[in-house]
């Protein structure tokens, strides 16, 4: 699978967009691009994921490059609730269900 | 329709005991993969089994071990404990192999002393 390389951490007002990129530069032309986020102390949770056209659906929205080389995963009105460690993880959609968690992104979302 | 649930929540054991955590999937899935997640080195994937057969295994000693029974549950078993092996141990289920969305449980946390 390929690597993917995010920002450590971002704030975000509360009601502001958030706005989390995640690069990754190597990936294949059969790779899926894959969004999930972890609140303290919880199981990771789904978020969204897309090949190259974006996405949407009632958490998120994803931007994939037309190069595929980055994405964005957009939270349109962030609130606390959505303070949590945000990994992009890229991989194929046919080999076995293993996932490779990197390091993500702590998003804290402040009033 | 239920979550993925994980027993016990809480565990705390001493070196050289061995433990075994336990599994049930969302009903209808049939494939539950385990995860360990710790400080040092955060969410790694230990195996994943589907039609009680594993398919995938991480980079973990031979002291890790699971199986999936019929009903899709799963156990995983670690032996002989060592302190490095405190950690949360995440289960995760999906409904085949291979769509990428999995259901993840709330996870065992696990103190070894």
């Known amino acids: 699978d390929a690597k993917t390389t995010q920002p450590p951490s971002m704030d975000c007002a509360e009601g502001r967009a958030a706005n989390l990129p995640c690069n990754h530069s190597?990936?294949?032309?059969?790779?899926?691009v894959y969004w999930y986020r972890q609140i303290h102390s919880q199981g990771p949770q789904y978020i969204i994921h897309?090949?190259?056209n974006n996405e949407t659906n009632e958490m998120a929205s994803l931007i994939i490059t037309e190069d595929r080389k980055s994405s964005t995963l957009i939270l349109p009105h962030a609130t606390l609730r959505d303070t949590a460690v945000y990994y992009c993880i890229v991989r194929v959609n046919n080999a076995g269900n293993m996932l490779t968690f990197g390091g993500g992104t702590r998003l804290m979302v402040k009033p | 329709k239920a979550g993925v649930t994980q027993t016990p929540r809480y565990l705390i054991k001493t070196r050289g005991q061995q433990v075994t955590l336990s599994c049930s999937p969302i009903?209808?899935?049939?494939?539950v993969s385990w995860y360990q997640q710790t400080p040092g080195q955060g969410l790694q994937f230990l195996f994943e089994?589907?039609?009680?057969?594993?398919?995938n295994k991480g980079n973990f000693p031979g002291r890790f071990s699971g199986r999936q029974f019929s009903n899709s549950r799963s156990e995983m078993n670690v032996s002989t404990l060592e302190l490095g092996d405190s950690a949360l141990y995440l289960c995760?289920?999906?409904f085949g192999l291979g769509p990428g969305t999995q259901y993840f449980g709330p996870g065992t946390r696990l103190l070894v002393l």
């Open positions: 897309g090949l190259k």
């Open positions: 009903s209808g899935h049939r494939s």
């Open positions: 995760a289920s999906s």
């Open positions: 190597t990936i294949s032309g059969n790779e899926y």
């Open positions: 089994y589907f039609s009680e057969t594993q398919r």
